[in-house]
């Protein structure tokens, strides 16, 4: 069971070329400069649909990008580095299209590529998901290890230098956030393979609670991060907000059915009504893909209480336990990211000064 939330991905940048404001003093450096903007220039016609970018190439872009260049910040103003923020409050479309954020720090340029190459990657994960579990859930702790890697060592030397109007994508905290994402979904995906080998219902049932406390913890993180930005996106809290319930609907209903199998009906009826309760009160998502994952939690939980509830009225009788009666679930986390290692290109840039 896994939410499809690809706004990471979707971000759009304005042209650079490095070549054109970088002034290389050697046919190398210069030779260096032109297959940087080349790079770049794949990632922009992708970003705007009329190209395909592969993570490879974001990876390599970023490599790139944290070679000494990084050292050169007196021309790095007449760059007019630009990208959108679809995880902001402005990721949606007025009169004028996106809105782009303009700092004027190579860092930046490094953590969008970076961050870019994560939700990449992120992407990768899903689209294997469905032929190849075990590399869908190290693909997502491989991205997990990128945004661990952009809040504990790119981010933190770049917040001082921040405007007020920032993208939440190059703050410690959102970089952290998305790790959170990415290792619960890793854990989602691994509950997956671990429910086609048959595994026990309460071994499941923690892995599925696992998942919940993982996004609790990036929830808990945005909710006190809001100073960090000026606005975020309703989408990612919505998705935040779902996936969380909808992981503890699962782990409710397999603490259920090893109650119903131990034939103590009442106290599975009472779960699955506190359950179906809970989910109810989330608010249903509008994306098609989310709404079907919705849809069928809420059908199997309605379909699982209305069977205990009427072989617990015609055979066992029992009374269902009060609210504060029912058992308290325990969450096991499995999963960890993938330690990213960065990496600069073979020779290093010489510029004029």
Known sequence: ?????????????????????????????????????????????????SSHITPAIAREMAGGVTSPILQIVQWTIDLKLRWTSPLSGFSGFNLG????FRIDDLRYELAMVLFLYGALMRERALEVMTVDLVESATLFRRAAGVYQHMAQQLLPGLQPSLPPDRPPEVTTSMATIMSLICLAEAQAVTVQKAEEKSTSGGLLAKLH??????????????????????????????FLNTTSGLHEARSWRYV?????????????????????????????PSEDNMKLVFRQEVDALSGMLRKCEYENDFI????????????????????APILYQPFGLDREFIFVT
């Open 1 to 49: 069971m896994l939410l499809y939330f690809q706004d990471p991905s979707k971000l759009k940048t304005k042209r650079v070329v490095y070549e054109e404001t970088y002034y290389a003093r050697d046919s190398g450096t210069l030779e260096q400069l032109k297959e940087l903007t080349s790079k770049r220039k794949s990632i922009e016609e992708s970003l705007n649909g």
């Open 97 to 100: 299209g996106s809105k782009y």
């Open 209 to 238: 609670f696992g998942v919940t406390q993982i996004v609790e913890e990036a929830s808990s993180l945005l909710r006190a991060s809001y100073g960090d930005w000026n606005d975020v996106s309703d989408r990612l809290k919505r």
């Open 256 to 284: 259920a059915e090893d109650f119903k199998k131990s034939e103590h009906l009442g106290v599975a009826v009472g779960i699955l009504r506190h359950a179906l309760n809970k989910v109810q009160q989330l608010r249903a």
């Open 316 to 335: 066992w009788r029992e009374k269902p336990p009060r609210l504060d009666e029912l058992p308290v679930l325990e969450g096991r986390k499995i999963v």
